[in-house]
């Protein structure tokens, strides 16, 4: 009797591991990316698959000097929305950009801050959302790589007040 109690037991501790090391695999699923700068230069449009998580790569900034870097985030505020099935839904993410980073070690090159990616969960077929992003400058923000007018990029001023608006209507195929 103590024999067939261990075997259940064996065998319900074996079925369990074998259940915890397949079921997350088979919710794993990795979503589909939209770059939403693409998808502006694009039509402001993009198809993705049913069914599949959808991550949306927001804008990065990109200037040539750390100063210009942390003048631009101390200037600027930002709002990602979301609008699926009629609702809006915004978050503000203006101090959600990453901590800057070199882009390479040549000095004109310069530096990198992301904002996080939209997620979205999947989508039936048909149907649509729209991502968007938009930055308000509160102050000039300047846009340079040293040494300057050195590289075929810039110098841009970008005065205060301006607004950068990216968004994409995702449809599901």
């Known amino acids: 009797m103590k024999r067939r109690g ?10 369990g591991v074998v259940a915890g090391s397949v079921a997350p695999a088979a919710r794993a699923v990795d979503p589909y990316v939209v770059d939403i700068q693409e998808c502006g230069r694009n039509g402001g449009l993009a198809t993705v698959p ?34 699926r099935d009629g609702t809006l839904t915004v978050v503000d993410v203006t101090d959600a950009y990453s901590e800057p980073q070199r882009l390479g070690t040549n000095p004109a090159r ?9 997620e979205i969960d999947p989508l039936d077929a048909g ?10 400058f509160n102050g000039p923000v300047q846009i ?15 005065p205060a007040g301006d607004v950068f608006v990216d968004a994409c209507a995702i449809t599901a195929a």
């Not at 069914?51 to 600027?76: D, E, I």
């Open 6 to 15: 261990f075997l259940l037991a064996l065998v319900v501790v074996v079925l």
């Open 50 to 83: 049913a069914g599949v998580p959808v991550s949306v790569r927001n804008f990065a900034f990109v200037t040539g000097t750390y100063g210009s870097m942390t003048n631009f985030l101390g200037k600027q505020t930002t709002e990602q929305g979301v609008i």
């Open 110 to 118: 310069g530096w990198i801050t992301r904002l996080p990616n939209i």
């Open 127 to 136: 149907a649509t959302v729209i991502a968007g992003v938009v930055t308000r």
């Open 144 to 158: 340079l790589f040293p040494p300057v007018g050195q590289v075929d990029f810039g110098p841009f001023h970008i």
